[in-house]
């Protein structure tokens, strides 16, 4: 991140909030994962919960102690920004390295055979999803590196934005699995504050993104129409001709 984007957000009580509350919802993520629903004895849901709330109270207080001492010139809010933008990518990389581990682990995706042998039409939809995802245990260990490997990005400055856009499309899918599939509240919860976190570090260089995706000439041979208005057709032609297709597919199902 440059110097300039660090002193706007110094400068910016908004931003300030914004910074204090994505670091809460991260650790409040990670608090998440380490309680491991209740199952961890040194962890009790009680005092994950206390410690989430004392996060967020602390999220709201924060940028206003922040934001007095840098009127005061007590300290160098360029440095408390750095802190805790290394904080927030510190608890998400923790957060998603930590799934990639469960996974090779076998500590996710297992369906109990007194489940897995019911019929389908029996099923809920959270062990469907996992039964499903399971059933390729080569599917498991690609996500679970890909996981460890965005982590890990994030762990260093340089490619922080690589691994937030590699971790955002696989959050991302994750949390729309968890709300469509009707997966438990915690799982859904913890996939929401994590995409909230990468997005949070994909905004933050939102300019690099323009840049790279939507002024950055393509340098591949093209096929050379004078007319504007001829290549429209065609890209219309695609579109419209695909649909047709299936909808022909979909006439020969009786």
């Known amino acids: 991140m440059s110097e300039q984007s660090l002193l706007e957000i110094s400068n910016s009580f908004g931003k300030k909030i914004i910074t204090s509350l994505i670091l809460a919802l991260e650790f409040s993520a990670l608090l998440l994962l380490l309680g491991n629903g209740g199952n961890i004895p040194w962890l009790p849901p009680v005092l994950v919960f206390s410690m989430i709330g004392i996060s967020l109270v602390s999220a709201l207080l924060l940028p206003l102690l922040w934001h007095f001492s840098e009127r005061k010139k007590t300290y160098s809010s360029i440095k408390i920004y750095g802190f805790m933008y290394a904080a927030i990518r510190y608890c998400i990389a923790f957060s998603i390295i930590a799934f990639g581990w469960k996974k090779f682990y076998g500590l996710q ?102 840049i790279f995706f939507l002024k950055t000439n393509s340098e591949l041979p093209s096929v050379n129409l004078k007319s504007v208005v001829v290549k429209n057709i065609i890209r219309f032609s695609v579109m419209v001709l695909s649909l047709l297709y299936t909808i022909y597919l979909k006439s020969l199902i009786k």
Request: proline share 3%; glycine share 8%.
């Open 109 to 210: 995706f297992i369906v109990p055979a007194e489940i897995s042998n019911r019929p389908m039409n029996q099923q809920s939809g959270e062990w469907l999803t996992w039964f499903y995802f399971g059933y390729s245990h080569a599917y498991g260990i690609l996500i679970a590196s890909i996981q460890i490997l965005g982590g890990c990005l994030l762990l260093f400055k340089r490619t922080v934005l690589p691994g937030a856009v590699i971790l955002f499309s696989v959050l991302f899918n994750l949390t729309l699995i968890n709300v469509f599939y009707q997966m438990n509240a915690g799982a859904l919860l913890e996939s929401l504050l994590l995409t909230i976190g990468v997005l949070y570090l994909i905004l933050l260089d939102y300019k690099k993104i323009i």
